[in-house]
C-alpha cells in the first residue's frame, strides 16, 4: 500500500546544529525523519537536545547520499550555503517528481541556484533565528528562542498557505510563521548579517562589542547605509531603518558569536560570499560601488577567511 505524503518520512540533509534541532523535534512529534550523511558508517545516530533544564535523546535513521533504495518526497536542506547545491546534487537521484524540498541557508545565491537545478521541485526557502550550536557531533544546544519565517520559492506556488507537507513541517513546535514573500525576508535577513558577521569575524569579538566601539559602530552603519541604498534600487522593503534592525540585533545577541566568527576559529570556509558577496555581485549589475563592503570582503580574504 502507498503510504500518503503526510506518513511519509522527512529526510534531512545536513547534520550541523539545525538539522539537528529539527530532527529531535520531528521525533519529539513522532514524525518519520531520517538523517542523509555522506559516507554514512551507521544505520542510526544518537541526537542529543539541551535547552535549559529540558534534556532528551533520540534515534534517528541514517541514510547515505549514495544510496539507491529510498525515494524521498520531503526534503529538508540545512547545509551550509557553499554545499547546498551539490549535497542536492548527490541526492537528486532519489527525488520524486512531485517532492517538497525546504532549504534552510544562510545568505542568498544557493536557494536559486538550486531551484535553476530542479525547476519542477515545489520549494520552499525560510530565515532561521533560533540560536543553537553542537558542542560535539549530534549534540545539540538549544541556546536561544527565535523563529522560523518560510515561504514558497517559486511566485507560480507562492501560497497564501503552505500545502500539506510544508503545513506538516509548520506545526512543529519552534515558532514558525509562513510568509508569501520569502525573499523579503531572506533579504532582510542578509542586509542584517552583512553589517554584523563579517565585522565579528574582522575584529574577532562578540556581537555586541560592535557597538561599543565608536570607530567599529560606524563601520557598521555605513555598510548598513549601502545595502539600504542596494535595496531601495532592488525595491525590496525592510521591517524598519536597516541601522534600527541592526543595533537591534547586535544588543539582543551581544554576548553571541557570530556564525561567521565561529566558522573562522574552527577554520572552515564562511557563507560570506553569499552574505556580503551576494551584495557586492548585486551592486555590480548594476553599476554601483559598494567601497565598505567591498574593503571588508577584501580586508577578510587578505587575513585567509573567505
Known sequence: ????????????????????????????????????????????????????????????????????????????????AYDALPAVQSIAHLLTADAQIILLQNGLGSQQAIANTLPDQQIAVGSVTHGCFLTKPFQVVHAGLGQIILGELSPQLNNAKPSSQFQQFAQLPLDIHWTTTPLATLWEKVAINSAINGLTALYQCKNGELWQNQGVRQRV???????????????????????????????????NYSSTLQDVKAGKATELSYINGYIIDKAQIMGIDLPHHQWLVRTLKEKGYS
Open 221 to 255: 552603519i555605513a555598510l548598513c547605509l549601502e545595502t539600504e541604498a542596494i535595496l531601495k534600487k532592488l525595491q525590496i522593503p525592510l521591517s524598519d531603518q536597516l541601522a534600527t534592525l541592526v543595533k537591534r540585533v547586535i544588543l539582543q545577541t551581544a554576548d
Open 1 to 80: 500500500m502507498t503510504q500518503s505524503p503526510n506518513n511519509q518520512p522527512w529526510y534531512i540533509l545536513g547534520a550541523g546544529a539545525i538539522g539537528c534541532l529539527l530532527a529531535s523535534q520531528l521525533v519529539k512529534q513522532q514524525l518519520p525523519v531520517n538523517l542523509i550523511i555522506k559516507r554514512a558508517h551507521t544505520l542510526s545516530q544518537t541526537i542529543h537536545y539541551q535547552q535549559t533544564d529540558l534534556h532528551f535523546s533520540c534515534n534517528v535513521p541514517i541514510v547515505d547520499h549514495c544510496t539507491r533504495h529510498h525515494t524521498i518526497t520531503k526534503l529538508i536542506v540545512t547545509t551550509k
